[in-house]
């Protein structure tokens, strides 16, 4: 990696600088954690990545990032209703965790800026790499979030919903789950905000232990003046399975990172994906996924509607290791293209070393096929109206292939809720 | 896959023994000293007899090489080269431009007998009738250029030694003679386009190259112009801390055709040796390139050690509407290859292909690929790259595929499949694509795998041992590419690519 240094640093620079200096004696963490953080101030003193850098090739934050706001934010407002019924809501609002933490069995909680503040976590806070700018902004910045851990051999009845919750300004959350042995859960994490101008950096750390279940949903519907940074990391275990949902139907400036790692044989990981972009916005979906241990599967699927004047951005790529034998890995980035004004640009990569493997990808970016549209308008079905179908269809399938009927439902309904606005 | 021993010990023995044309050849040499500066420039420029207007170009060319840095984005490992210890200009001593065959020196005659090249045109075009020996019918075996006429442009070191068929050629309005002649009898043309596809500031190794290029060749076919035959340069890196920067620059005018034939071969050598060569096309309205490259530089022993570095620049640039270039290469020499031919799609209409087999094994590292650049309308272009690694090489695919947003009705297809054999080898594949336009269909799928043993099993229950099973299959894997090659080259690749990989099977 080579980030250089940086001729003239940027306003956005500036800032995030200037406020590490004035917030640091109020953010949380014992000598160890402290140093992660001068660790992670200094990366953003060599710059933010630009296109140079190979994997924010297709967004270049030191040049999108033209503003920093202030970390005052607007009203703290109230928890949201869930989007899966009866779930427990741990919400953090305008970058705080809930004072009073439910009681699940099986489930400690616990907030973040305690587990900052005895440093127990300090290892986790480590970036992933020299490129890894959303790792670096939250390790400097973070205040709080939540630890969840579910113990060993728990099944879950009611899901678990992580809200964050910005009303304008600047908040660095990290959300770190543990998934124990044997155990089932279903996670919703919920972005979401209003108001003024914001700046969101979240990064989620999820282990999922030796035949655990997981399926992760990740929600976001950032107001189009929000920037939006988050990270999703995890680690799955033998015979572990990981179901990643994400949803992107918001936000002005969005990257969301997926970093996954199989360490266990057997281990199992689906992404599904879709991107909903619209107006003046830049959304990029990033996946890292190591195949680190023979005997582990996964499949991406990714379906992407492009509007207005939207740019959207898809980089995946699959590393298997060399000792990483009878991986079988398939991942596919479609994209629907509906503005001439609007882009996308995919980046589908595999990085090979073992032999025995089954690796493939495929990538399509089309318009409405005109035939499926005649077919529709044959039967009497207006243009605009058989073009949503087609459309709603096209993201549909993704959805419907969650085997939980609560999951599609509530999926539906964001679907629902974002095409009378966009549609 | 196990047997890994016994795999690494028979890629050892193959790549010690198996790089047939890893002879050097004694000729005395004219060599400019080592190093880099104006005034090596200006050396060559003077040995070439140019005009100062080239010198110029060379010139600026160089000043602005001096300000770049070398680029690290691919997926190749070396150590960093010393620009400044190679020679950058080595010309066999006896060849003061030969007016004819006779006056060329045997021994360099020899050279190209030996790797198969056929110079003697006198003989074809004369129509003499030779009583063939079993042996020499074994040899001819080999000479993969027999059954068709080929007009061959010869390129020793620094600079090209004979062109063959140019009078019949030149009846048909078609030029074809090496680049330092064409800067002197045809400046208008080379002043025209030099540099037009691939400007002096495009990159590192091209800037390099705009700077010391010492020959290449250059094709000109003019308006509604079918080329008779076709045409081909051997390039030959012979002497020892030389670098070869070759310039090849090919215009078909409107409506015309040309199709081209590269090959190349080196020396083995211990230490590494520099190839950085820039090949510019263009095609006017409705014409059509045919651009075919075989390469086989020597890639470097069982260690590791030795090898062409093969930071190449290939562009096509279809100015014209309704224009075509299609490029095909079978890569399977040189230590590390850094390549991607690219096409342009400016005409309304226009459309690329590219066709490409990488083949490695020892230590190789291959990164290469295509750009697909759309900006015209109804453009459309095809992508097939069949990648297959062996031993402890690195083979990646890199491709970029962009549609401008003026480019109505882009399309594009890209397919590329990677073949691995054994476990010490990695292939990659990084497809770059990006659509800003709502008419664009892109399409692009990759795979990866190693030949199953379902396969297998099936071809050796006929009776046909391991080692043909998997040349059967990996014939089967290529041949979608193999048969864009012409009829000639295709032998020659077939065998190449058996030679390659034999013995990596474990």
New interface residues.
């Given amino acids: 990696m080579n980030m250089h240094a940086q001729p003239q640093r940027t306003l956005a620079e500036t800032a995030l600088i200037d406020a590490f200096g004035e917030r640091l004696s109020l953010l949380p963490g014992d000598g160890a954690v402290m140093t992660k953080r001068d660790d992670a101030i200094e990366a953003i003193k060599h710059g933010l990545p630009t296109r140079r850098i190979e994997s924010w090739h297709y967004t270049d934050l030191r040049r999108l990032l033209t503003k920093v706001p202030a970390f005052e934010a607007g009203a703290v407002g109230k928890a949201l209703a869930p989007v899966l019924e009866g779930s427990a809501v741990l919400p953090v609002l305008n970058g705080v965790s809930n004072a009073k933490l439910p009681e699940i069995e099986g489930v400690t909680v616990q907030r973040l800026s305690e587990k900052l503040t005895d440093g127990s976590i300090a290892p986790g806070l480590d970036r992933y790499g020299d490129d890894d700018a959303i790792g670096a902004l939250n390790t400097a910045f973070v205040a709080d979030g939540y630890f969840v851990d579910i113990a060993d051999g728990t099944e879950l009845e009611k899901p678990i919903e992580l809200q964050n919750l910005q009303a304008g300004g600047q908040s660095h959350v990290r959300l770190l789950t543990r998934v124990g042995g044997g155990a089932k859960a279903i996670v919703v994490e919920r972005q979401t905000g209003e108001g003024d101008e914001a700046l969101v950096s979240s990064v989620s750390q999820l282990v999922v232990g030796d035949g655990a279940e997981v399926t992760w949903l990740i929600v976001q519907e950032q107001p189009d003046t929000a920037t939006h940074l988050a990270q999703f990391k995890a680690h799955i275990g033998k015979d572990a399975k990981l179901t990643l949902f994400v949803m992107n139907a918001g936000g002005k400036l969005v990257r969301q990172e997926v970093v996954v790692r199989t360490t266990g044989e057997g281990a199992d990981f689906k992404l599904r994906g879709i991107n909903l972009l619209a107006g003046d916005t830049h959304t990029d979906t990033t996946m890292v996924l190591d195949h680190a241990v023979p005997h582990t599967t996964s499949t991406e699927v990714m379906r992407n509607v492009v509007t207005g004047k939207a740019r959207g951005v898809f980089q995946g790529r699959i590393n298997v290791h060399q000792y990483a034998q009878k991986t079988n890995a398939k991942m596919a980035c479609n994209t629907l293209l509906l503005s001439d004004d609007g882009e996308f640009s995919t980046k589908p990569e595999l990085e090979i070393f073992a032999d025995d493997v089954v690796c493939g990808h495929g990538a399509t970016v089309t318009e409405i096929d005109h035939n499926h549209l005649f077919y529709l308008m044959a039967r009497g079905i207006d243009e605009k109206s058989a073009r949503g179908l087609l459309v709603k269809a096209f993201v549909a399938e993704v959805i419907e292939e969650l085997d939980d009927e609560a999951l599609v439902e509530a999926l539906e309904v964001r679907l629902d809720g974002w095409f009378s606005t966009h549609g | ?1 196990p047997a890994v021993q016994e795999t690494i010990d028979r890629v050892r023995k193959i790549d010690v023994d198996q790089y047939k044309y890893g002879f050097q050849t004694e000729i005395e040499m004219d060599k400019a000293p080592k190093g880099l500066s104006e005034d090596i420039i200006r050396f060559i420029s003077s040995k070439k007899d140019e005009p100062d207007w080239m010198l110029e170009w060379r010139l600026e060319a160089y000043r602005r090489w001096v300000t770049l840095e070398e680029p ?2 691919a997926r190749v490992h070396y150590p960093k080269i010393n620009f400044q210890d190679i020679h950058y200009y080595a010309a066999p001593k006896s060849t003061p431009g030969p007016k004819s065959l006779s006056e060329v020196d045997p021994e360099l005659l020899k050279v190209y007998e030996k790797l198969g090249i056929p110079l003697k045109e006198q003989e074809i075009l004369a129509g003499v009738q030779k009583t063939v020996t079993a042996d020499e019918e074994a040899e001819i075996g080999d000479n993969v250029y027999k059954s068709g006429r080929v007009a061959v442009d010869a390129v020793f070191d620094s600079v090209s030694v004979v062109t063959t068929f140019k009078e019949e050629l030149a009846k048909a309005g078609v030029i074809f003679c090496s680049i330092s002649e064409a800067i002197r009898e045809h400046p208008e043309l080379v002043k025209k386009y030099l540099g037009s596809v691939v400007p002096t500031s495009d990159n590192f190794y091209a800037t390099m190259n705009s700077a010391v290029f010492t020959d290449g060749s250059f094709v000109f076919v003019p308006k509604g112009v079918r080329c008779p035959m076709e045409l081909s340069t051997y390039f030959r890196i012979n002497e020892k801390n030389t670098g070869q920067f070759e310039r090849t620059l090919i215009i078909a005018e409107e409506g015309a055709y040309v199709s081209y034939l590269e090959g190349c071969t080196a020396p083995q050598r211990d230490e590494n040796q520099l190839h950085a060569a820039v090949v510019e096309l263009i095609a006017l309205d409705d014409a059509e390139i045919k651009y075919s490259t075989v390469q086989n530089w020597y890639p470097g022993d069982a260690e590791g050690k030795g090898g062409i570095y093969n930071f190449v620049t290939k562009r096509g640039d279809c100015r014209g509407d309704r224009s075509k270039i299609s490029w095909t290469q079978v890569e399977t020499g040189s230590a590390i290859t850094w390549k991607y031919p690219s096409c342009i799609l400016r005409g309304d209409d226009s459309s690329g292909e590219f066709y490409s087999i990488a083949v490695s094994n020892g230590y190789q590292q291959v990164d290469s690929g295509t750009k697909m650049i759309h900006l015209g309308k109804n453009t459309s272009s095809r992508i097939i790259s069949k990648g297959i690694a062996a031993g402890f090489s690195q083979n990646t695919y890199r491709g970029q595929v962009s549609a401008h ?1 003026k480019a109505a009705n882009a399309r594009n297809f890209t397919n590329c499949d ?1 073949l ?31 030949i199953s043993e379902d396969q297998k099993f099936y071809v050796m229950q006929r009776g046909i041992p391991e080692e043909e099973a998997i040349a059967l299959i990996v014939n089967g894997f290529v041949k979608d590419v193999i048969q864009q090659l012409p009829m000639e080259f295709a032998v020659e690749a077939q065998k190449l690519i058996g030679i390659s990989l034999e013995g990596s099977v474990g």
């Avoid at chain 2, 694509?433 to 008419?439: F, G, I, L, R, S």
Wanted: glycine share 6%; charged share 20%.
């Fill in positions: 896959m690290t984005w947003r990677s691995l054999i054994g476990d010490q080898c990695g292939a990659h594949t990084v497809p770059y694509m990006e659509a800003k336009n709502a008419t664009a269909k892109f399409e692009h799928e990759a795979t990866t795998s190693k």
